[in-house]
């Protein structure tokens, strides 16, 4: 099975084109994948014969959502997404007066020492793979 997710453009082209589908087809895909659905049956401008070959050769694991807090204080919102491997990376979703910052983790663990986030707590780990940081960027819990 192939994890589509963490492809970029180019792959995804290259991917779209070895399954018999146009070029074109790739970019469809790429964007509902960055829009955060969860099945190949949510990406409604493809054809149900590709959707159905999108489930045959492919799997799509977005993260859960492990933990969510929010702060009384500022509004500020974190939250832990387990990834499909078992680790664990934090997005978190700081408000401000100006507008909105959002931190995403890029790896499992992490050394730059941000106080509000946990993924900071045991250092340096494991880069997570690119479907997992596109995952922790576009999911959004109800």
Same mark, same amino acid.
């Given at each position: 099975m192939?994890?589509?997710?963490?492809?970029?453009?180019?792959?995804?082209?290259?991917?779209?084109?070895?399954?018999?589908e +146009?070029?074109?087809r790739?970019?469809? /895909?790429?964007?509902?994948?960055?829009?955060?659905?969860?099945s190949?049956?949510?990406?409604?401008? #493809?054809?149900k014969?590709?959707?159905?070959k999108?489930k045959?050769h %492919?799997?799509l694991?977005?993260?859960?959502?492990e933990r969510?807090q929010?702060?009384?204080l500022? !509004?500020?919102?974190?939250? #832990?997404?387990?990834?499909?491997? !078992?680790n664990?990376?934090?997005? /978190?979703l700081?408000?401000y007066r100006h507008?909105?910052?959002?931190?995403?983790?890029?790896?499992?663990g992490?050394?730059?020492g %941000?106080?509000? %986030?946990?993924?900071? #707590?045991?250092g340096e780990?494991?880069?997570?793979?690119? !479907? !997992?940081n596109?995952?922790?960027?576009?999911?959004? +819990?109800?």
């Open positions: 192939t994890d589509i997710k963490s492809m970029d453009l180019a792959e995804m082209t290259a991917y779209c084109k070895e399954l018999g +146009p070029a074109f790739a970019r469809q /895909v790429f964007q509902w994948l960055h829009r955060g659905v969860r190949f049956d949510e990406m409604t401008n #493809l054809s014969a590709f959707r159905e999108l045959e %492919c799997i694991c977005p993260p859960e959502v969510k929010e702060s009384r500022d !509004g500020t919102i974190k939250y #832990l997404w387990r990834l499909s491997d !078992g664990c990376i934090e997005t /978190v700081m408000r507008g909105n910052t959002v931190c995403i983790s890029s790896q499992v992490c050394r730059m %941000c106080a509000f %986030c946990a993924s900071t #707590l045991g780990g494991a880069q997570s793979d690119p !479907g !997992g596109a995952g922790s960027g576009a999911f959004y +819990p109800d």
